[in-house]
């Protein structure tokens, strides 16, 4: 079973509008959760992340995600996109005292001007 | 500053031949390293990770290997490729008790 759930692969949205990217995960315990992204050519790279505290973590780009723990989810938001948002996203969990990170398929975000 | 290298970055090797991919970390010391394969739809796969020079843990069985002869070097090894081992694989690292990882710009490889 798959342990880290991205759901709609593609979605293809249009400029300013708003983008949400769910994430859920089926570990008990505690968590360490990420979002990676990866544009067109470059390295997968840090979006956000996810230790302890607030559970709405900003990262760059004005990109936030909220860990919902009842939920086991982390969902990934950006209020309104922009064409260079076109990119991957991958959802990751950490367990806790474990080296590995497990990753979801991960979205494929088109963004059109 | 810390920087991970792989090359080549893109490799077409024919069915039956070895393969043989390197990654470096530069910056850092002792770091875990990690070996996935990336295919389109399918998320990334963690093949391989290591703890330190001569440690490696396999995750997914497979005609892969995985060696790591000094402390920032890792390499993804096979003896004979399957059209089947054709993706992109990335190397990524981490710090120690540190919960990110950091990734490499990748190979694209091609088994025809």
């Known amino acids: 079973a798959q342990s880290v759930s991205q759901h709609n692969h593609h979605v293809i949205l249009s400029e300013a509008a708003s983008l949400e990217l769910g994430c859920n995960y089926s570990?008990?315990?505690?968590?360490?959760l990420f979002w990676y992204v990866q544009y067109p050519g470059q390295h997968l790279q840090l979006l956000l992340k996810?230790?302890?505290?607030?559970?709405l973590v900003k990262g760059i780009k004005g990109f936030e995600a909220e860990f919902i723990k009842s939920k086991f989810s982390f969902n990934l938001r950006k209020p309104s996109v922009q064409w260079s948002d076109t990119a991957e996203y991958f959802c990751a969990v950490k367990r806790d005292g474990n080296n590995r990170l497990a990753f979801g398929k991960g979205n494929q975000v088109v963004v059109i001007p | 500053s810390q920087t991970i290298h792989q090359w080549p970055a893109t490799l077409v090797q024919p069915v039956g031949s070895p393969l043989s991919l390197e990654c470096t970390v530069e910056?850092?010391?002792?770091?875990?390293l990690y070996w996935y394969r990336q295919a389109a739809g399918r998320g990334l796969q963690l093949l391989f990770y290591?703890?330190?020079?001569?440690?490696i843990s396999s995750e997914v069985p497979q005609n892969l290997s995985a060696s790591r002869p000094q402390d920032r070097q890792f390499i993804l090894s096979s003896k004979k490729l399957l059209l089947s081992d054709s993706g992109f694989y990335l190397c990524?690292?981490?710090?120690?008790?540190?919960?990110?990882?950091?990734f490499g710009p990748g190979t694209r490889l091609t088994v025809t």
């Open positions: 990524a690292w981490k710090k120690g008790l540190s919960y990110e990882q950091y």
């Open positions: 910056g850092t010391s002792n770091p875990n």
């Open positions: 290591s703890v330190g020079i001569g440690q």
């Open positions: 570990y008990g315990g505690t968590v360490n």
């Open positions: 996810y230790f302890s505290g607030d559970p």
